[in-house]
């Protein structure tokens, strides 16, 4: 996972492998901000860059399986830090566009077991091209790293901007939950199960909406899969109880969402992970009293212990979450197409701007050791897509 300085207060993820993903943030193709651009006090409004921004998004790079080397890019600032690795924005010198590179070590990789799980992350993410998923445009490799090249999104984090807020009004939480629910029907619709769906790993762009970014924790299953992994407050009851899971644990993590921008908090808190599975074992929900009976509804549904009776895990999927009366007045052919006025433009000020994520100490791309032999032929599978 991507950790920003700003999660002390948020348990970590868990994964029976002990894996740790990055979060990428994701490319905006533009032009590179003029020095004017720079200064607060003559840089444009949020609208104006964010209408350009949109504008241009014809421009960007097309996934291809390794369309690029390192030193097609400049290296910019860090904006995350996991444990093989790092987030950077980067900008392509040819057309200017601004990228997040994921940049692994493929000496650590090896070292924690990790290469099947880097290797179905990439193969997720080159399958994906939807609104509120971020984008992903390619890969490459050398003999020391392995390298993503994904959006770059200039809005920062939910958590981020929940964290500022307090809580979400209704209006605001509706708006974005419309958006989640439907990455997860496109997600589940390609057999992916997201597994990570938290504010931490969703993404805020310069136009208002979302993207669901870090698919580390992803997987394709066509019925369930066994294992451990997330962040506790988010994880479903089969999870913790190593039941098996499929598709249904997306549609709870929705549910602790939601609860979690209406509320401010999440509904099953404890400073132990032990004591947040005991909390979601006994499923018991204190409702904030400014909260919604509809939205209480929704959540109740969605947080269901039982996962055949849990809101989008009935007969007809997630229609049945969007027909609930909470999204009554929603229109979905609108959510889809993005043509709703968002309830917060986050003030960004060019294609760059990196204002909205934590600054972290630079590192040598040289660090990372050389592999050989059968190591270095371990990653040949990357070329292969």
């Known amino acids: 996972m991507f950790q920003t300085k700003s999660h002390a207060t948020r348990c970590a993820d868990v994964h029976v492998d002990a894996k740790a993903s990055l979060t990428a943030a994701t490319i905006a193709a533009a032009p590179a901000p003029t020095s004017s651009s720079s200064s607060s006090s003559s840089a444009p409004a949020p609208a104006a860059v964010a209408v350009s921004l949109a504008r241009q998004t014809d421009a960007l790079p097309v996934a291809q399986p390794s369309p690029f080397v390192l030193d097609d890019f400049k290296l910019l600032t860090t904006l995350g830090t996991g444990t093989f690795g790092r987030v950077r924005l980067v900008q392509l010198k040819r057309g200017q566009s601004f990228c997040a590179l994921k940049i692994l070590k493929k000496s650590e990789i090896l070292r924690l077991q990790q290469l099947h799980h880097m290797q179905c992350e990439v193969d997720i993410l080159r399958r994906l091209r939807h609104p509120f998923v971020v984008n ?21 984090e ?4 929940l964290r500022r807020q307090g809580r979400f009004v209704d209006p605001v939480a509706r708006y974005y939950a419309a958006q989640l629910v439907l990455a997860i029907s496109y997600l589940h619709a390609q057999h992916i199960i997201y597994r990570d769906l938290k504010p931490e790993n969703v993404l805020i762009t310069a136009q208002g909406h979302l993207k669901i970014t870090d698919f580390g924790f992803a997987k394709i299953v066509h019925d369930k899969t066994w294992t451990l992994c997330g962040t506790p407050e988010y994880l479903a009851p089969e999870i913790i109880q190593s039941k ?18 209406l509320a401010g908090y999440p509904p099953f808190y404890d400073e132990n992970p032990f004591g947040i599975y005991q909390k979601i074992l006994d499923g018991k929900l204190d409702f904030p009293k400014h909260m919604d009976a509809k939205a209480k509804d929704l959540i109740k549904k969605l947080l269901s212990q039982d996962r055949t009776k849990r809101l989008g895990c009935l ?18 052919d609108a959510v889809l197409a993005r043509s709703e006025a968002p309830p917060y433009l986050p003030p960004v000020r060019g294609p760059g701007d990196h204002t909205h994520f934590d600054e972290y100490p630079d590192s040598p791309v040289d660090d990372a050791g050389i592999l050989y032999g059968e190591d270095r032929a371990a990653f040949d599978v990357f070329d292969q897509f």
């Open 136 to 156: 992903y445009f390619g890969h490459f490799q050398d003999e020391r790293r392995l390298y993503v090249v994904l959006e770059y999104v200039q809005g920062g």
């Open 158 to 161: 939910l958590f981020s901007y």
């Open 244 to 261: 098996g899971h499929g598709k249904s644990v997306d549609w709870w993590a929705l549910g602790v969402l939601l609860y979690e921008m």
């Open 315 to 332: 007969r007809n999927g997630s229609e049945d979450v969007k027909k609930h009366k909470y999204f009554a007045k929603v229109d979905w």
